[in-house]
């Protein structure tokens, strides 16, 4: 087990294509591993390789947040197929205390190897199509920060749901109470 440095934006290897795995050898399934375990110890559901300054096809990632003990590893992954449209908030361990508003697609289809090397091919809606795209982004060097509508501080967003859980309040007193 080991924990790895997570790079944050600003640093190049954020920004760049990252490079198709040719062949799973010890040393990429280790890295995966420590992916795998810097996730975990930051309390993140995807990790990509280029986070951890390695520009390799790789994430791991929690994409059900029902079920979060099962990590998958996705390496050369491809998105075969994209359907939908969802409107997300998200944060990245690369870009510290901060949230944004990204459009995503609802579905989305991805074939990808596992850690033993085997072609897998899975379907993810809603939340695990978000992680799986944002991940994804990572490896064509793209920060949601990059497409994001709008960014702004885990502060500020606080905020701005404290306001709208206050405007609705004062909007189910005008009605007399009721909820709506
Ligand atoms: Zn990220």
Known sequence: MAIRKVFVK?????TKHCKPVREITPRVRELC????????DQDGVGLAAPQVGVMKRIFVAIPDREDEDNVY????????EKSG??????????????VGHVKRPMTVRVKALDIDGNEQEYEFSGFGANVICH??????????TDIARDVM???EYDKLLK????????????????SV
């Open 163 to 178: 306001e709208k859980e206050e405007d609705l309040k004062r909007k189910m007193s005008v009605k007399g109470g009721m």
């Open 33 to 40: 591993n420590d992916m795998i375990d810097t996730m975990r």
């Open 10 to 14: 600003g640093e190049e290897i954020l």
């Open 153 to 155: 501080t885990n502060e």
């Open 73 to 80: 590893v996705m390496i050369n992954p491809e998105i075969l």
């Open 135 to 144: 991940e994804y982004d990572h490896l064509e060097g793209i920060l949601y």
């Open 85 to 98: 449209e969802q409107e997300c908030v998200e944060g990245c361990l690369s870009v510290p205390g901060y």
